[in-house]
């Protein structure tokens, strides 16, 4: 079988069965089901509910083809039962085809969807529109902000629209709950809130499905004498802050707050005045936490500080002399990754973030070229490694080739890191080593061969060629002789 005519006969075979009562184990596996005939008997029971019968036609197809056809089938007769119970109203598939591809794509979701009908309401439409709302000022609120925008980027996602589009649209959907848990935390304490700064891939605008948000607290300097007693109680608003984003409840978690990043990391006090925090980077401010505050953004908060602190920390950042170690810093900084995972037992070969090839490999060349160009050209300061990648091409100071082959490699990455996010929610990076993981992790990024087996083999063939092409850009370009590489 090939092509869209075979999948076309595939699915119409399939139908044609289930219309009949019957569901063929025999085309779920060539499809790609691990378990034929358990997801069989998924398939008739879906088939034989009264709102799910007519539209057989709709359903059917999208789930054959899916990542977890018989986990699919048995969520949507599921979700038929509560939808009536709850809502007193059928599924309608038609209109909100969706449903269908978050069941056969996202264990966590399908279970959220299960639990609250009333939430298919958010995926209406032949594509959802973006997550836009702002929560109010509650953590009950935030946390189900949070779970309808995830709602709408996984169906957008899979019903095919341009991938680019899902990480801005999770890094904004972010922005508004934190800046909403800014206000919740300064409610619950009674004091005023400090500014609130996004790192890493939040401050890129590029955040993962699943991620940690990387976050920096500065409040403006007051005098000597009230220094202390700001510093204790904006300490306590941020633990206020993170403790009611990362309450586990029926309805999960808001977000994983990361503040690590923060000036002397784990031991440093939780918020700096932004004097504080310039007089640290100038006294002891590392390579790597150059590297770091490139991707600074100003999220939530008093604003002025913000722009004080970004004004006075950029010359710390961006130098204007030509830096000739800073390719020597980050080739240090990536092989002592690499060596680190490696001694802990991590398997760096199957890892799409920080194994060679990886995520990690883009990230830092493009970061190099911005610290040694970016303090003469200011065009250059950006959090996103796309946006960055385009203004190299458009500066000439990457060939086209180059430009070409990293832009497709990141993105093809990074929309594999969100396929394996998407099903429980967890942090993880790590490609599929086994035969059905893969076949299931190729239906999440849309690869749509009939046969399980062929997608799989186009999957790990694109991974091979992209691996081998970033780690061949990065050799060249950041793990080259000398300390100019990047020049």
Not at 151 to 160: F, K, Q, S
Not at 206 to 220: C, I, P
Not at 285 to 310: D, N, S, Y
Request: charged share 25%; hydrophobic share 40%; glycine share 10%.
């Amino acid at each position: 079988m090939q092509g869209e005519g075979a999948r076309d006969a595939l699915s119409r075979s399939f139908v044609e069965g289930l219309e009949h009562g019957t569901a063929d184990p025999k085309l779920l596996g060539i499809a790609g089901e691990p378990e034929p005939v358990g997801a069989a008997l998924a398939f008739v029971r879906a088939a034989q509910h009264p709102d799910l019968a007519p539209q057989i036609a709709h359903w059917a197809p999208a789930l054959l083809m899916s990542a977890r056809p018989g986990f699919g089938a048995a969520r949507l007769h599921e979700l038929a039962g509560a939808s009536q119970e709850a809502c007193g109203t059928p599924l309608d598939l038609v209109s909100a085809p969706g449903i269908v591809s978050v069941l056969g794509a996202s264990n966590f979701l399908a279970r959220l969807l299960v639990r609250n009908p009333a939430l298919v309401r958010e995926l209406q439409g032949p594509t959802p529109e973006p997550p836009s709302d702002t929560p109010s000022r509650s953590w009950s609120a935030i946390r189900l902000c949070k779970y309808r925008g995830l709602l709408r980027v996984a169906a957008r996602d899979l019903l095919g629209r341009p991938f680019g589009e899902s990480p801005r649209e999770l890094s904004d959907l972010a922005d508004r709950c934190l800046g909403a848990a800014l206000a919740c935390a300064a409610d619950e304490t009674g004091i005023g809130p400090p500014t609130l700064l996004a790192l890493g891939k939040l401050g890129g605008r590029e955040l993962n499905f699943s991620s940690d948000v990387d976050l920096l607290f500065l409040y403006e300097t007051p005098s000597e004498a009230e220094d202390a007693v700001r510093n204790a109680d904006v300490a306590r608003l941020v633990r206020a802050f993170k403790a009611g984003l990362e309450e586990p409840t029926e309805e999960s978690f808001a977000y994983r707050v990361d503040l690590d990043l923060r000036p002397e990391g784990p031991q440093g006090a939780l918020a700096n005045s932004v004097n504080a925090a310039l007089d640290y980077y100038e006294s002891f401010g590392m390579e790597w936490e150059r590297q770091m505050l490139i991707r600074l953004r100003f999220v939530a908060g008093p604003e002025r500080a913000a722009r004080t602190f970004e004004r006075e920390i950029a010359p710390f950042v961006f130098r204007r002399f030509i830096d000739r170690g800073v390719a020597r810093a980050v080739r240090a900084m990536k092989a002592r990754i690499e060596d680190e995972r490696r001694r802990a037992g991590r398997d760096l070969e199957a890892d799409l973030k920080e194994g060679p090839g990886g995520i990690r490999d883009v990230e830092f060349l493009v970061q190099a070229f911005q610290l040694f160009h970016g303090g003469r050209l200011e065009v250059l300061r950006r959090g996103s490694v796309l946006e960055a990648l385009a203004v190299l091409g458009r500066l000439g100071l990457l060939p086209d080739t180059a430009i070409t082959d990293l832009s497709h490699a990141y993105t093809w990455l990074r929309r594999a890191e969100h396929a394996l996010q998407m099903v429980e929610e967890r942090q993880t990076q790590g490609f599929p080593r086994e035969r059905f993981g893969q076949i299931a992790l190729a239906r999440r990024m849309g690869y749509a061969e009939p046969e399980g087996e062929r997608a799989r083999d186009r999957l790990v063939e694109d991974w091979t060629t992209v691996r081998s092409r970033v780690r061949a850009q990065f050799e060249a370009l950041v793990l080259g002789e000398g300390d100019d590489a990047a020049a």
